[in-house]
């Protein structure tokens, strides 16, 4: 079994399925990687559906009860970050463009020589430049190890919020993410299908803990958000906006801030 | 059949989690192997040194320096009871003596042939680099100075490099054969070039995931270990820099690296600082 409880056969099956579609044509490779890194095809409609679970008048809920939803899913996505950040930090699953180079496992004290993955490389955008780096030797701290996959914990308990708060808009947004966001992750050799399960797994449990957390009177204080932001439409779409380009980015330039702030705080006499 | 050692070897690799390690070997003319873990005496190793067939290994999480020749037991030099609190790095000069440099306890100290420890440059609150330049001269990296330190043999310091050069921390020396000095920065992450005539150049700055924390000149090229990305480098003037492996999981902190005559690399590995927790790999060149 894999470290996700998807057996490591099905693991392999399933990646080695995605990945064949990557190196044949240069158009879908294209596509691929425009749905890794470009922020409007990766999560674009993802943002737009919560947009719509926001603002839609007809729908089942009302929409403070709408709202009071989407707000603690936003909240989850504040610890889903630092929580798949401490496991991809505990747990050793290097990416599979990394298994297509020579490798060595530490098992019982020794290093014994590992099999190589067969892997596609994209054709082009960053992700090819990505591999090509770490075939140089430039690789990112965490770019060595791959579990769980953060991209699917963020993803998933966005869209599955979405689809607590509004049906419609959260089944588009749950498609995207699983066909689109996730999918294209493993085609490229990012992640095993193994990490995608898992982080989606974080992600709802995530979610859900959060919903239960501010469920009925614990959650006055989300009512009162709620209330605020219907008088101030304005502010609020700004800020809903800011906090999902930040979610699309899985909290890059919180990472990013907290860094340089750790790093200035260093570099104080 | 490959297929199933794939799967045995993904299996595996997904199962244990936590304590296991990763080389993925970017120049196959070299091959890893562990030398040993704490359980043979490596404990939490950082600088190393590769001399007439003995591996001299600073010792930081022990607090000791301690030697290993192929075939037989690591031993201890010198420990606690020594002063040393946290060695950083070691030097070699041609009379046997062995310089011992300390980031916690600080100073230079120097372990004679008969094991007899003398404390020089006390005064030096916390020391990183070291090296013994073809003159004989003991050069010193003051961390907390940001300075290098030629150190005389009775411990008179003088600065060959003061702080308003730029180097913000001088983590390790190694002198090439025409007498250059590169110094590994890794607190601003430039390779820095100190050539004979005193010009200070920046041969690798502001490369992106590219922190050096130690290096050794050998065979005409500069081997540097990065522990933050966990990656192991080679660089000339003539080739630029590329790496010869990537290191994961409890490989990653990569720390000191030395070379012996045949050309294989010796590194040392800090699992666990605190908890005095390594390793020490050789990646044997082939040929």
């Not at chain 1, 998807?6 to 044949?24: H, I, K, S, T, Y």
């Not at chain 1, 403070?64 to 936003?74: D, F, V, Y």
């Not at chain 1, 596609?120 to 990112?140: C, F, I, L, S």
Request: glycine letters at 12%; a neutral charge; one cysteine or more.
């Amino acid at each position: 079994m894999s470290a996700a409880g998807l057996p490591a056969g099905l693991n392999l099956a399933l990646f080695e399925a995605l990945n064949g579609v990557v190196g044949r044509s240069w158009a879908l490779d294209s596509l691929i990687a425009l749905a890794l890194d470009n922020v409007l095809v990766k999560a674009g409609p993802v943002g737009a559906a919560f947009f719509y679970a926001w603002y839609a008048r007809r729908a089942r809920r009302p929409a403070p009860a709408r709202r009071r939803i989407l707000l603690a899913t936003l909240l989850s996505l504040l610890l889903i970050a630092p929580l798949t950040k401490t496991l991809s930090q505990s747990i050793l699953s290097p990416r599979p463009f990394l298994l297509a180079e020579q490798g060595y496992a530490l098992q019982d004290g020794a290093l014994a020589e590992a099999p190589r993955v067969g892997f596609h490389t994209v054709q082009t955008g960053p992700m090819r430049q990505r591999v090509e780096a770490m075939r140089e030797g430039r690789v990112e701290g965490n770019d060595l190890v791959t579990f769980p996959s953060d991209h699917a914990a963020f993803f998933v308990a966005l869209s599955l919020g979405i689809w607590l708060a509004c049906r419609r808009a959260g089944a588009i947004a749950l498609a995207w993410t699983l066909l689109v966001t996730l999918a294209t992750r493993v085609a490229a050799g990012m992640h095993w299908p193994a990490d995608i399960v898992a982080g989606a797994a974080i992600g709802a449990a995530m979610l859900a803990a959060l919903q239960l957390a501010f469920a009925g009177r614990r959650g006055r204080w989300l009512d009162a958000l709620v209330r605020l932001a219907g008088r101030w439409p304005g502010p609020t779409a700004a800020l809903l906006f800011l906090a999902l380009l930040e979610a699309a980015n899985v909290m890059q330039t919180l990472k990013a801030g907290l860094e340089l702030a750790a790093a200035m705080a260093g570099r104080l006499p | 059949m490959r297929r199933l050692a794939l799967l045995m070897a993904l299996g595996a690799l997904a199962a244990c989690g936590g304590g296991d390690g990763w080389v993925t070997v970017l120049d196959p003319s070299y091959r890893p192997e562990i030398l040993g873990g704490e359980a043979d005496g490596f404990a939490a190793p950082d600088g190393l040194l590769w001399h007439d067939g003995a591996l001299y290994m600073a010792d930081e999480g022990g607090s000791a320096v301690r030697v290993w020749r192929p075939g037989g037991p690591v031993r201890t030099l010198a420990g606690a009871d020594a002063g040393f609190e946290s060695p950083e790095d070691l030097a070699r000069d041609s009379a046997g003596n062995l310089y011992v440099t300390d980031d916690d306890a600080g100073g230079v100290r120097r372990i004679d042939a008969r094991g007899r420890v003398t404390l020089l440059a006390g005064d030096v609150a916390s020391t990183e680099a070291i090296a013994i330049a073809p003159d004989g001269t003991l050069l010193v990296g003051d961390q907390a100075g940001r300075r290098i330190l030629l150190v005389a043999p009775d411990g008179r310091v003088r600065v060959l490099v003061g702080a308003g050069a730029g180097i913000a921390k001088p983590e390790s020396f190694a002198f090439d054969g025409r007498g250059n000095l590169y110094i590994a920065d890794n607190r601003d992450d430039v390779l820095y070039l100190l050539t004979p005539e005193g010009r200070l150049h920046r041969p690798v700055a502001g490369r992106r995931g590219f922190a050096p924390e130690s290096i050794v000149h050998a065979g005409g090229a500069l081997f540097i270990t990065d522990s933050r990305h966990g990656a192991l480098y080679r660089y000339s003037p003539e080739d630029g820099l590329g790496a010869i492996a990537l290191f994961a999981g409890d490989l990653a902190n990569v720390q000191g690296v030395a070379a012996d005559a045949e050309g294989n690399l010796y590194l040392s590995v800090q699992a666990d600082l605190e908890g005095g927790r390594g390793y020490v790999l050789r990646l044997t060149r082939r040929r």
